[in-house]
């Protein structure tokens, strides 16, 4: 079975620009979180979605935004990229069910550089 | 704020002794908890996980511990192997809600 994809790899902006990132969660996931890990640190958290509605919100700008399809694939937009958003991007899917476990599949990530 | 905090950015343990890798949190609504470890390169992948009902979770030679009074969890690994060398994430969650990480513990097992 196909596991959590995300394109693209590897992504080089400058700043001001605009990117658009792309995850697609296991077959029967409906959830899908995106994380933001820079060098050095864990994964912060910046949105989730569930059945294609924003659950929860990390402490990041509005910069950041994102959306989830109905095929339950999603995506990350950051808008006006500064410098520290260079990191590793995660999307992560679960099953999310309310009361039961709660193990999140990780992707491999998109490496964003902004230069 | 880190609600999640790992305190040791590193850990080097002998091959075939026990590997203890130590996680405090603050949030007392957290009541799930998870490890997860991540190789070069690719994605954290999921570990164990544990229940807040519960004090302790096992599997094969994983065994997570938790501790509610003291808000600490850690994870045991016993015997290490060379192939457990990895960066190990401590992460919590509540109500199904937005998972914390901590910042990790890079664990080197020797031969």
């Known amino acids: 079975d196909a596991g959590v994809t995300q394109s693209p790899t590897h992504l080089i902006k400058t700043r001001g620009q605009q990117v658009t990132l792309r995850c697609s969660p296991i077959?029967?996931?409906?959830?899908v979180s995106w994380y933001q890990q820079v060098l050095g640190q864990g994964p912060q958290f910046i949105f989730q979605y569930y059945e294609k509605e924003e659950r929860g919100r990390g402490n990041f700008p509005d910069r950041f935004s994102a959306r989830q399809f109905p095929n339950y694939s999603s995506e990350l937009n950051v808008n006006a990229l500064l410098l520290g958003d260079s990191a590793l991007y995660l999307c992560a899917s679960s099953l999310r069910l309310a009361g039961g476990p709660y193990e999140q599949y990780f992707g491999p990530g998109t490496r964003l550089t902004v230069t | 704020d880190q609600q999640v905090k790992q305190n040791s950015p590193s850990l080097s343990v002998q091959e075939g002794r026990i590997s203890i890798l130590n996680c405090d949190y603050t949030n007392s609504m957290f009541d799930y908890f998870l490890w997860y470890k991540k190789y070069p390169a690719e994605g954290p992948t999921f570990l164990i996980s544990i229940s807040s009902i519960k004090d302790k979770n096992e599997d094969g030679r994983f065994t997570v511990f938790l501790n509610k009074s003291a808000k600490h969890l850690s994870l045991h690994i016993v015997p290490s192997q060379p192939g457990d060398s990895a960066v190990y994430f401590c992460?919590?969650?509540?109500?199904?809600?937005?998972?914390?990480f901590g910042a990790g513990t890079r664990l080197t097992v020797k031969p």
């Open positions: 992460a919590a969650s509540s109500n199904n809600n937005d998972m914390r």
């Open positions: 077959s029967g996931h409906k959830s």
